[in-house]
């Protein structure tokens, strides 16, 4: 049997996984991303991780079909370079060539939002169902994610496609990053919704979201958030539907411009279920352009987790 490599490079972990021909991770591990050293040493790090992997597994590298990998910042596949990265020390760097010189197997790179994405049409959200054009957003520190159109990864023309985070939804809105104001993650992360919960929790001393996180507002997360709606606590209910109409304005233009099969949604938000996707659905398709349609965009939960960018990336190439 032949194997793939597949490499998601983020801004703080390295993962790697061996992948079998059926999209099935056979092995995989991590390490932390050393985001002051060199990109030479980032990627002798990722060498060490991949042959690593392989030992374990009593693998040799002619065993492997070719390696893939998905990196943060705009991805040039015409020239190989990582043009920019705004969270490592890559800037027009031959990425693809020296990781290939390394490994010595043919090596394919992407945008790590496009690998994802192409990970959940290939084996998650799209496999198995009668799908040519699928998005996947990711709710994280920013909002990520990737666009598949005719069963290929839409990249546009400076290989710079698919920023969701970017789109402006209130132009006289919060100072993004960026420098525009008024960006879809400043308002719809899971960043995002942690500031909203503790600006909301200090203005509600009684609110049960304080038990659940022990007193210590720091611990809030998503999790945190949605126990609460579950709960049935006032401030988490009304936290979470403020966020998901924020959510909501994005997934609905989206639709609006692709028109999509399967729109999936991932991120660690995205396991509070029906708690979180029941009223986004209510909220998006009350919405959209479409809404007298007979066939919509299936709004879903992405399946594949964090592994969806090591098997995305695994088959860049297919």
Not at 211 to 230: A, P, T, Y
Not at 267 to 272: Q, T, W
């Amino acid at each position: 049997m032949k194997y793939r490599v597949g490499i998601d490079l983020g801004g703080t972990n390295i993962a790697a996984g061996i992948v079998d021909e059926s999209c099935g991770i056979v092995s995989k591990g991590s390490v932390p991303t050393n985001q002051k050293g060199s990109s030479e040493e980032i990627i002798s790090d990722i060498v060490q991780l991949v042959l690593q992997l392989l030992e374990e597994r009593d693998l040799t590298m002619d065993e492997v079909q070719s390696i893939g990998i998905g990196v943060p910042g705009t991805a040039n596949k015409e020239n190989g370079f990582i043009e920019y990265a705004n969270n490592l020390p890559f800037s027009h760097v031959p990425f693809a060539r020296l990781l290939e010189e390394k490994l010595h197997k043919k090596t394919f790179f992407d945008n790590d939002g496009n690998a994802a994405a192409w990970g959940e049409f290939i084996a998650g959200a799209g496999r198995g169902k009668d799908c040519d054009s699928l998005i996947a957003v990711t709710l994280g520190t920013g909002v990520g994610g990737g666009i598949i159109v005719n069963r290929s990864i839409y990249r546009g023309t400076n290989y710079s496609a698919a920023e969701f985070g970017h789109m402006v939804i209130d132009y006289k809105g919060i100072p993004c990053n960026c420098g525009r104001n008024g960006c879809y993650e400043v308002y719809a992360s899971a960043t995002a919704l942690i500031n909203q919960a503790r600006e909301a929790m200090n203005r509600n001393k009684n609110s049960a979201l304080w038990k659940l996180c022990g007193e210590d507002i720091s611990q809030v997360d998503g999790k945190i958030i949605f126990k609460g709606v579950h709960l049935k606590d006032i401030t988490a209910r009304q936290v979470a539907k403020n966020y998901i109409d924020y959510l909501a304005v994005g997934i609905t233009n989206m639709i609006n411009l692709f028109q999509p099969d399967i729109l999936c949604i991932g991120g660690g938000i995205s396991a509070a279920g029906s708690l979180f996707l029941e009223p986004l659905k209510n909220a998006v398709f009350s919405q959209v352009y479409s809404c007298t349609s007979q066939k919509q965009t299936d709004l879903v939960i992405a399946e594949l987790g964090n592994d969806a960018g090591i098997i995305g990336a695994a088959f860049l190439e297919c």
